[in-house]
């Protein structure tokens, strides 16, 4: 495909297309990662963590095929999608004076990465087909998605900050994302499935759904546990 010709644009905005439809979920995780932040730190977090981001996941997009086709590692990145989910409900700490104290950026950032590292798993491969195997208009592409990705984050962000309930419905979605990257792992798959739907008549998707709700249930059990036993610290103290 040569650079600048028709395809090459055609190709490069459906690169741009596919990320912005796969990155909705990302950008939720940036805006509640930079909520801890102070508000001058904010802004530099969200264009920081998604640059990074969005490198990383060229990286992961030219190895995607063989890097999905590794047992246990679908398994392993919804443990810790599990893990990010439950520290965004975790209430901020707070010092001698009663005050919360504010996350460090690159918390921040690290949380950031971890959750886009995960969940751009089964986003990359669409990625890599729309690029169909050209370096240069799958980096493009990506790239020119960074500013996009920034916008939805900081928007998204401010509403976050009108309405906190939405802390719980992102990170419950972490939660169901989670369940549905642990049901397709190949070592699971596999291994499992067939047996499953000859045993209890449960197709493939159902079961995704199943482990997603799973997967937002323990994650919103966990984190309301946890935010109750830090308000009875906090009232004991």
Same mark, same amino acid.
């Given at each position: 495909?040569?650079?600048?010709?028709?395809?090459?644009?055609?190709?490069?905005?459906?690169?741009?297309?596919? =990320?912005?439809?796969?990155?909705?979920? =990302?950008?939720?995780?940036?805006?509640?990662?930079?909520?801890?932040?102070?508000?001058?730190?904010? %802004?530099?977090?969200?264009?920081?963590?998604?640059?990074?981001?969005?490198?990383?996941?060229?990286?992961?997009?030219?190895?995607?095929?063989?890097?999905?086709?590794?047992?246990?590692? %679908?398994?392993?990145?919804?443990? !810790?999608? &599990?893990?990010?989910?439950?520290?965004?409900?975790?209430?901020?700490?707070?010092?001698?004076? /009663?005050?919360?104290?504010?996350?460090?950026?690159?918390?921040?950032?690290?949380?950031? &990465?971890?959750?886009?590292?995960?969940?751009? !798993?089964?986003?990359?491969?669409?990625?890599?087909?729309?690029?169909?195997?050209?370096?240069?208009?799958?980096? &493009?592409?990506?790239?020119?998605?960074?500013?996009?990705?920034?916008?939805?984050?900081? &928007?998204?962000?401010?509403?976050? *900050?009108?309405?906190?309930?939405?802390?719980?419905?992102?990170?419950? !979605?972490?939660?169901?994302?989670?369940? *549905?990257?642990?049901? =397709?792992?190949?070592?699971?798959?596999?291994?499992?499935?067939?047996?499953? *739907?000859?045993?209890?008549?449960?197709?493939?998707?159902?079961?995704?759904?199943?482990? /997603?709700?799973?997967?937002?249930?323990?994650?919103?059990?966990?984190?309301?546990?946890?935010?109750?036993?830090? *308000?009875?610290?906090?009232?004991?103290?």
């Amino acid at each position: 495909m040569e650079f600048g010709s028709t395809a090459f644009f055609l190709a490069l905005l459906q690169i741009v297309w596919v =990320n912005i439809l796969l990155s909705g979920d =990302n950008a939720v995780v940036i805006a509640l990662a930079a909520r801890s932040l102070p508000e001058h730190q904010q %802004k530099k977090a969200i264009v920081i963590g998604s640059a990074a981001a969005i490198v990383m996941r060229i990286v992961l997009t030219l190895v995607a095929a063989q890097l999905l086709q590794l047992p246990w590692l %679908k398994l392993i990145g919804s443990i !810790l999608l &599990l893990y990010v989910g439950i520290t965004l409900l975790v209430p901020e700490n707070e010092d001698d004076g /009663g005050h919360a104290v504010k996350g460090t950026m690159l918390a921040a950032i690290r949380t950031i &990465l971890i959750a886009d590292l995960v969940m751009s !798993l089964d986003n990359v491969i669409a990625v890599a087909a729309a690029a169909m195997g050209n370096t240069t208009l799958l980096v &493009l592409g990506l790239a020119v998605s960074i500013p996009l990705v920034i916008f939805g984050s900081t &928007l998204l962000l401010k509403v976050i *900050e009108r309405f906190p309930l939405i802390v719980w419905a992102g990170a419950a !979605l972490l939660g169901f994302i989670a369940g *549905e990257l642990f049901v =397709n792992d190949p070592a699971l798959y596999h291994t499992y499935t067939d047996s499953i *739907e000859a045993t209890i008549g449960v197709s493939h998707h159902g079961a995704e759904i199943a482990c /997603g709700i799973i997967g937002a249930v323990i994650v919103l059990a966990i984190g309301k546990y946890m935010k109750s036993r830090h *308000e009875k610290g906090a009232v004991t103290a």
